[in-house]
């Protein structure tokens, strides 16, 4: 169908106002444009509300202690008195417990499947690790309660203390549940998202710079462990960042093998609490408002924690990607 | 340069490349490790009786996680139902219609969404869906669960819809379709296989969730009909047997402990698989 | 196929030989890249490596330092002697101290200019006068002017010529017998590309140099003897001089007048 003359059509639609909107409505792409937007909208509503919620739920808490709050060591429910230091302080050491295992563990494995093993086998363990990645808590919960915490007891606990037992760190009575027990199973947690992000990293760093070294004559673990590791260093801290958010926020397994008791210990050995087991233990039990708002202030400077150092993660290994820092 | 010092830089080498293939077995073994202890303590446990009854009183054995099983399967249902459409919708929004500026910030606070602590989640849902009404639901667990969903689903939607190549939508296009008239019938067809594999992975990462739960669809020892009462999950019952003092107890624990490992390991190894070399995007 | 020799060029290399390569066969996995290759790289002298792109040529001078063991299923068969040493049972760091290497693409250390030099010094334990030595080697790569005050900045800070220098500046510093270089100017500009051909000639009077290159007016106006090859066989290997004006072989001449490669 064409047509030589041109006429002018009067009944052509308008190419701008409201008419022309409801025309383009009906053409279907515009109302597939706003619909997704709304969904993708939800999803901002959602976090914002979230963190609303976090910040109104706790103002009672918020109101009374103040800053106090973050360096309180009772918490008495009885009382209405509630300090955060005990699960602050639980929290962070169990974390940095787990990553004093998990790092160095996670790091040489990486390095194993990035430099040493050949590429089949690098991704057929790559394969296996990333399903450790994705077994549920609570199953770690399980382990950790009938194994981990029966090995402390009888068997890593007596071996620490007769090496180690002078240090307060290692002092105190030995149950088998405690920051050190919590420790170890937020390490299996958390090492394979150091092995896969490491490893991937790892892969990037361009060939020529171990051949430099290996032409100077290094060794092969000189090269790989002093050029080919400092290379690929920001991201394998991007790694560790996001392995510390996780071990963070970790509620079950932590709560199940912890102890359960809000005190600031020296000892490795000695039960404790963190942030996320508090809150799963004590939330359903809350009498009282200011009780339960300060769990939800608890929840809050969790929230804050996480989202700061999943922040830095991120940046860390998008920089990495990216082959940032280093002209290539 | 001195012979000895060759020796020591050779056995340093021999150690220290030993130790590394020692750190990756290790952590191999640890997951072999953990299936071992399932399949055998676990597998002893389970019996027709646990899929089809109801727990019994403590002391009494013969108990099953016969409602934990459906209460899973309805928290599921519903996290499906408010998390995939989101999470799709929101991943077309992105591939397909986002300005840059917008599209930076739902990315962000997905991202942001994804690594809250499984645990605040529910705080939040708790206060969503719970306080207003004063009771726990399987409804409110739901919600938790699906605001989960929501970071995974939306990644790959959006990773896989960006990959189908622009001839096909050219292609579309040329032939006379709009814009969505040539995603639902070209672009998501032909990403779906990643879309829905994706999907499964999310749906199989919230199958195991405990935190969330705990003050949301809180537990039951009985059948929950309908939507707004509490309701039995697996993931609670393996907590809830594991930390109590009864021997018959435990065992169930590790019985369900095998149920929901297998769930969730043959999900993720199936997805997996069925992805190829490519793999998911990773959601950090 | 023969090889020419002259009578004085036979007495040259008799009188000091620093490679010695006999039946040298190369396998990657299945497939072969070298085929029966022998030759004599003379100390003291620049040797170039010339051919088409695929002919072997750095197949075969990463045999010399054994870098082609980095990579899976690799094969060597044949004979390498070092000062009449067999390389292949020498150990490998020793060797690869003895025979240094220059890539084709500047691949500096993420480290300071000084750390790069000093690299390989401290890994073989040299200690104490480091700053000495790294000056040294800076001087022979003909780099120390322009760094000498800014010797803790990262090699990064450096321009592509600047930092090819660094490179052979740092192989030079554990002070090898051999350096090899695979190309070494194929990135960098003529002006560059020119100083580093004046460094070679500089340091050849301690140092063999075997270079592969792509370019054949380097080779003529930088070597002193040549060797031509093609799909993995030495085809004809001569002073530079008299292999390029008087060519024995055919297809040697059909590739230095530009008719293919």
Known sequence: ?328 | MSSVRLIWRKSVNAVMLTLTGVAAFGVVCILFLILGYFVYNGGRSLNWAFFTRLPTPVGESGGGMANAIIGSLKLLFLAALIGLPVGLMAGVYLAEFGGKAFAFVIRYTTDLLNGVPSIVIGIFAYSLAVAPVKHFSTLAGGLALGIMVVPITLRATEEFLRAVPGSLREGAMALGASKWRTIATVVLPAAAGGIITGMLLSLARVAGETAPLLFTALGNRFWSPGWSQPTAALPLMIYEYAISAYDDWHRQAWAAGLVLLAIVLLANLGCRMALGRRGMPRSS | MRVAERPSAAHEKEASVRFEISDLNFYYGAKQAVFGLNLKIPKNKVTALIGPSGCGKSTFLRTLNRMNETIRNTRVVGNILLDGQSILNMDVVKLRRRVGMVFQRPNPFPKSIYDNVAYGLRINGYSGRLDDLVEHSLKRAALWEEVKDALHKSAFALSGGQQQRLCIARALAVDPEVLLLDEPCSALDPVTTAKIEELMFQLKDSCTMAIVTHNMQQAARASDFTAFMLDGKLIEHNETSKLFTTPQDPRTEAYITGRFG
């Open chain 1, 1 to 328: 169908m064409s047509t030589t003359a041109t006429t002018i059509d009067r009944a052509a639609p308008p190419e701008v106002g409201p008419r022309a909107f409801i025309r383009r409505l009906r053409d279907g792409d515009e109302i597939a444009h706003v619909v997704t937007l709304v969904f993708a909208a939800a999803i901002l509503l959602i976090t914002s509300l979230l963190v609303y919620e976090l910040w109104m739920d706790s103002r009672l808490s918020r109101a009374k202690f103040g800053w106090d709050f973050f360096w309180t060591r009772t918490w008495d429910p009885i009382f209405d008195h509630f300090g955060a230091l005990p699960f602050i302080y639980g929290t962070l050491v169990t974390s940095v417990v787990s990553l004093m295992i998990a790092v160095p563990l996670g790091l040489a494995a990486a390095v194993f499947l990035a430099e040493l093993a050949p590429r089949r086998l690098s991704d057929g363990i790559a394969f296996l690790i990333d399903l450790l990645a994705a077994i549920p808590s609570v199953i770690y919960g399980l382990l950790g309660i009938f194994v981990v915490v029966p090995l402390m007891r009888t068997v890593i606990g007596p071996a620490l203390k007769a090496v180690l037992g002078k240090l307060p760190l290692f002092g105190g009575p030995n149950y088998g549940v405690g920051f050190l027990t919590a420790g170890i199973v937020l390490a299996i947690m958390v090492v394979p998202f150091i092995i896969s992000v490491s490893r991937e990293v790892l892969l990037t760093v361009p060939g020529d710079q171990r051949e430099a070294a290996l032409a100077l004559g290094a060794t092969r673990w000189e090269a790989t462990w002093q050029v080919v590791v400092p290379w690929a260093r920001t991201g394998i801290m991007g790694s560790v960042f996001l392995a510390l958010a996780r071990a963070l926020g970790e509620t079950m397994a932590v709560t199940m093998v912890i102890g359960n008791d809000p005190k600031v210990s020296a000892s490795l050995f000695a039960p404790g609490y963190t942030i996320a087991a508090v809150i799963a233990n004590e939330f359903t039990e809350a009498t009282g408002d200011l009780y339960l708002s300060a769990l939800i202030e608890l929840g809050l400077v969790l929230f804050l924690m996480t989202f700061i150092l999943n922040g830095l993660a991120r940046i860390l290994i998008v920089a990495t990607e990216r082959g940032g820092g280093h002209p290539s």
